[in-house]
């Protein structure tokens, strides 16, 4: 007979997600107001990837940039959004070993690796070699840090309880079900995220250093108030997507909610406000769906 610790091995084939340990009724609002959230992200996504296709007036590098937004934004919220809402229609949905590693393999690489950069300048400064070469290498640390990560958190052993305090497969919440000894996958976890999060800060903050420079310069006050609400606004997102980020990654483990309700702002929150944004403040793409709409109605 095997220790007791052997004893409470097991070969893992599933996992149950339980999503958010809440009342019946509160579930059905959460399962709605994700619903809405998530249908607002692929409606507003799909939207403004469609409308800079098409909008020949939109082919520059700076929309080359927001286009890609818009394609991260959107993999990576229906990477967790569908999984989500099944967990939340029924709470302690199951999900396979293989479907858990695959979702966290697909959920990290869509860590946000290609931040806007020098927004105001992209016209004299960004060649389109540039701007392919910047997305192809985000996308390829993205593919490495993933790999490296879900190469680490799978590597372990995983005990009978298969119980993911989460509403999808995350690392912190799969090492809370382990039997292993997890430092190390701890240590290197955190590593990746600060190799992946504090460059990208600072990436982000000398943008706004130029953007508030170049604001100073504006004479107009009607144009120093339009470019103060954009790099405000983005700002905010910024903030918000960064601070939930640090505290899930780069901070000791706290309760599983508060784990949840943090990934909830990164995952659907700010893909949403990313949308409303790029699109339902941006005059050039207001201006091109209006062409691309009359066009479509005058070959009617």
Request: positive net charge; proline residues 4%.
């Given at each position: 007979?095997?220790?007791k610790?052997?004893?409470?091995r097991?070969?893992?084939?599933y996992?149950?997600?339980?999503?958010?340990?809440?009342?019946?009724?509160?579930?059905?609002?959460?399962?709605?107001?994700?619903?809405?959230?998530?249908?607002?992200?692929?409606?507003?996504?799909?939207?403004?990837?469609a409308?800079?296709?098409?909008?020949?007036?939109?082919?520059?590098?700076?929309?080359?940039?927001?286009?890609?937004?818009?394609f991260?934004?959107?993999?990576?919220?229906?990477?967790?959004?569908?999984?989500?809402?099944?967990?939340?229609?029924?709470?302690?949905?199951?999900?396979?070993?293989?479907?858990?590693?695959?979702?966290?393999?697909?959920?990290?690489?869509y860590?946000?690796?290609?931040?806007?950069c020098?927004?105001?300048?992209y016209?004299?400064?960004?060649?389109?070699?540039l701007?392919?070469?910047?997305?192809?290498?985000?996308?390829?640390?993205?593919?490495i840090?993933?790999?490296?990560?879900?190469?680490m958190?799978?590597?372990?052993?995983?005990?009978?309880?298969?119980?993911?305090?989460?509403?999808?497969?995350?690392?912190?919440?799969?090492?809370?079900?382990?039997?292993?000894?997890?430092?190390?996958?701890?240590?290197?976890?955190?590593?990746?995220?600060?190799?992946?999060?504090?460059?990208?800060?600072?990436?982000?903050?000398?943008s706004?250093i130029?953007?508030?420079?170049?604001?100073l310069?504006?004479?107009?006050?009607?144009?120093?108030?339009?470019?103060?609400?954009?790099?405000?606004?983005?700002?905010?997102?910024?903030?918000?997507?960064?601070?939930?980020?640090?505290?899930?990654?780069?901070?000791?483990?706290?309760?599983p909610?508060?784990?949840?309700?943090?990934?909830?702002?990164?995952?659907?929150?700010?893909?949403?406000?990313?949308?409303?944004?790029?699109?339902?403040?941006?005059?050039?793409?207001?201006?091109?769906?209006?062409?691309?709409?009359?066009?479509?109605?005058?070959?009617?």
């Amino acid at each position: 007979m095997g220790s007791k610790e052997e004893a409470n091995r097991s070969v893992r084939t599933y996992f149950i997600l339980v999503g958010f340990r809440v009342s019946p009724e509160l579930q059905i609002f959460l399962f709605l107001a994700f619903l809405v959230v998530y249908c607002l992200v692929l409606v507003g996504n799909v939207g403004m990837i469609a409308v800079i296709q098409g909008g020949f007036q939109l082919h520059t590098p700076v929309y080359f940039f927001l286009q890609d937004l818009s394609f991260t934004d959107l993999s990576y919220t229906s990477t967790i959004a569908p999984k989500a809402l099944a967990s939340f229609w029924k709470q302690g949905k199951s999900i396979s070993f293989a479907g858990c590693a695959a979702h966290f393999l697909q959920f990290t690489t869509y860590n946000r690796l290609a931040p806007i950069c020098l927004p105001l300048l992209y016209p004299s400064r960004m060649s389109w070699s540039l701007c392919v070469r910047q997305v192809v290498d985000s996308y390829a640390c993205g593919c490495i840090s993933s790999t490296l990560q879900s190469t680490m958190t799978f590597s372990v052993t995983f005990c009978i309880s298969q119980v993911i305090e989460h509403f999808y497969c995350d690392a912190q919440p799969l090492r809370w079900t382990t039997c292993s000894d997890t430092s190390v996958q701890e240590v290197m976890s955190f590593v990746l995220s600060a190799v992946i999060i504090l460059p990208t800060v600072l990436v982000n903050l000398g943008s706004f250093i130029c953007i508030g420079s170049a604001i100073l310069k504006i004479h107009s006050s009607e144009g120093d108030k339009k470019a103060v609400s954009s790099c405000g606004s983005h700002m905010d997102i910024v903030s918000l997507l960064y601070g939930t980020v640090a505290f899930v990654y780069l901070t000791p483990p706290s309760s599983p909610e508060y784990h949840k309700v943090a990934a909830m702002y990164y995952t659907l929150i700010t893909p949403m406000l990313n949308t409303m944004i790029y699109s339902l403040r941006n005059k050039d793409a207001k201006e091109a769906l209006r062409r691309i709409l009359e066009k479509k109605m005058a070959s009617l």
